[in-house]
């Protein structure tokens, strides 16, 4: 089956910077768009970037554009999501997803119909 095991979360403090890692299995990873998603403590879920199963295009929330840098190494299986210049308000659990269709040429997910992580926490001081 399909799993998504995402580590790299941690304490930092206002400034710093952090490297989130995404381990895919169970399928044919270069076919598939790879996403970041966040969750804050009473907040909804929202979209913080996304890169295709080409390597050719990338997509971020216009909150962390200039700060996070997705990439991904298809010979390892691995999406990255590299955050620099972290502000509080970055403090969330930070969840890997990916789209269970493959060749995909839309950002959009469908929450329902995708694969998940278990989320890894990432919390910014002050």
């Known amino acids: 089956q399909v799993q998504l095991v995402e580590s790299g979360g941690g304490l930092v403090q206002a400034g710093g910077s952090l490297r989130l890692s995404c381990a895919a299995s169970?399928?044919?990873?270069?076919?598939?768009?790879m996403d970041w998603f966040r969750q804050a403590p009473g907040k909804e879920r929202e979209f913080v970037a996304a890169i295709s199963w080409n390597v050719r295009s990338t997509n971020y929330a216009d909150s962390v554009k200039g700060r996070f840098t997705i990439s991904r190494d298809n010979a390892k299986n691995t999406v990255f999501l590299q955050m620099n210049n972290l502000k509080p308000e970055d403090t969330a659990v930070y969840y890997c997803?990916?789209?269970?269709?493959?060749?995909?040429?839309?950002?959009?997910?469908?929450?329902?119909?995708?694969?998940w992580g278990q989320g890894t926490q990432v919390t910014v001081s002050s």
């Open positions: 997803a990916s789209p269970s269709e493959p060749y995909g040429n839309s950002w959009y997910l469908n929450y329902e119909d995708a694969y």
């Open positions: 169970g399928r044919t990873f270069s076919r598939y768009i």
